[in-house]
T-cell receptor, first 116, second 112 residues
Framework: DAGITQSPRHKVTETGTPVTLRCHQTENHRYMYWYRQDPGHGLRLIHYSYGVKDTDKGEVSDGYSVSRSKTEDFLLTLESATSSQTSVYFC???????????????FGQGTRLTVV | DAKTTQPNSMESNEEEPVHLPCNHSTISGTDYIHWYRQLPSQGPEYVIH???SNVNNRMASLAIAEDRKSSTLILHRATLRDAAVYYC?????????????FGKGTHLIIQP
């Protein structure tokens, strides 16, 4: 299995509090992603990173920020959590660069976040 | 990514082959067809991908129609551990800046 660790695996937090989720990889892959998964939806991309300090927005980035200060760590922060951010969050990694398709993405086990 | 259409659910018996269909009529000539699956309470995992020719690996086979507007994921001998949601994705890249666009997938139920 690819070396991806998400922490925490479960978290309950109150509305309005900041929350940070961590994704750690041991594969030295260039690309890292944060997705969220809600009932009735597939996974939706929040943010991604294509290198240290290089990040960009995905489909559902409002209310989220990310940082990548080291190759192995990608942090997702909810500055002020809302109930609509209750979800399961997945981190993924891949080595694909632009135009390279013979690759696969590896996913973490997920973090279940509940905002009350 | 091109839009894909999959049945919401399918049911099969253990130890029998399973054919999971996917339609992607608007696929472009450079889009690959990727399949991922998600077991209960786990993150998605890669199954297989291909461009034009049929592909085989240890997990499954991928049959791609000649016009590339549809494809079929084949599990040759289903086991209970194959019960999962299967996602078909038509995308130029398996990663990169676009990430992967997941639909709702097909919920595969395996009966013992």
């Amino acid at each position: 299995d690819a070396g991806i660790t998400q922490s925490p695996r479960h978290k309950v937090t109150e509305t309005g509090t900041p929350v940070t989720l961590r994704c750690h990889q041991t594969e030295n892959h260039r690309y890292m992603y944060w997705y969220r998964q809600d009932p009735g939806h597939g996974l939706r991309l929040i943010h991604y990173s294509y290198g240290v300090k290089d990040t960009d927005k995905g489909e559902v980035s409002d209310g989220y920020s990310v940082s990548r200060s080291k190759t192995e760590d990608f942090l997702l922060t909810l500055e002020s959590a809302t109930s609509s951010q209750t979800s399961v969050y997945f981190c993924a990694i891949s080595e694909s660069e632009g135009g390279t398709v013979n690759t696969e993405a590896f996913f973490g086990q997920g973090t279940r976040l509940t905002v009350v | 990514d091109a839009k894909t259409t999959q049945p919401n659910s399918m049911e099969s018996n253990e130890e029998e082959p399973v054919h999971l269909p996917c339609n992607h009529s608007t696929i472009s000539g450079t889009d690959y067809i990727h399949w991922y699956r998600q077991l209960p309470s786990q993150g998605p995992e890669y199954v297989i991908h291909g461009l034009t020719s049929n592909v085989n690996n240890r997990m499954a086979s991928l049959a791609i129609a000649e016009d590339r507007k549809s494809s079929t994921l084949i599990l040759h001998r289903a086991t209970l551990r194959d019960a999962a949601v299967y996602y078909c994705i038509a995308s130029y890249s398996g990663g990169g800046a676009d990430g992967l666009t997941f639909g709702k997938g097909t919920h595969l139920i395996i009966q013992p």
